[in-house]
């Protein structure tokens, strides 16, 4: 982690209050709920980290069909 330059974690919805707490001191990390992630957001970082919710969370609405 210390090379990392900017970090992206990733958690599920809603982001948990201790690891927000835990990383907004930490000014090269930035936090996202799952469902507000986007190629851009992951683009403009160097290291990804995502929690098992988030991972499961980003999975399910993957393969769920868009309804129109």
């Known amino acids: 982690m210390e090379n990392s330059k900017k970090?992206?974690?990733v958690d599920g919805d809603p982001i948990n209050e201790k690891l927000k707490l835990a990383?907004?001191?930490v000014h090269y990390v930035d936090v996202l709920p799952s469902i507000g992630l986007n190629v851009h957001s992951?683009?403009?970082h160097d290291t990804l980290v995502m929690s098992r919710d988030a991972v499961n969370r980003i999975f399910e609405r993957m393969h769920t069909?868009?309804?129109r």
């Open 65 to 67: 069909p868009i309804n």
């Open 7 to 9: 970090m992206l974690v």
């Open 42 to 44: 992951i683009l403009l």
């Open 23 to 25: 990383m907004q001191n």
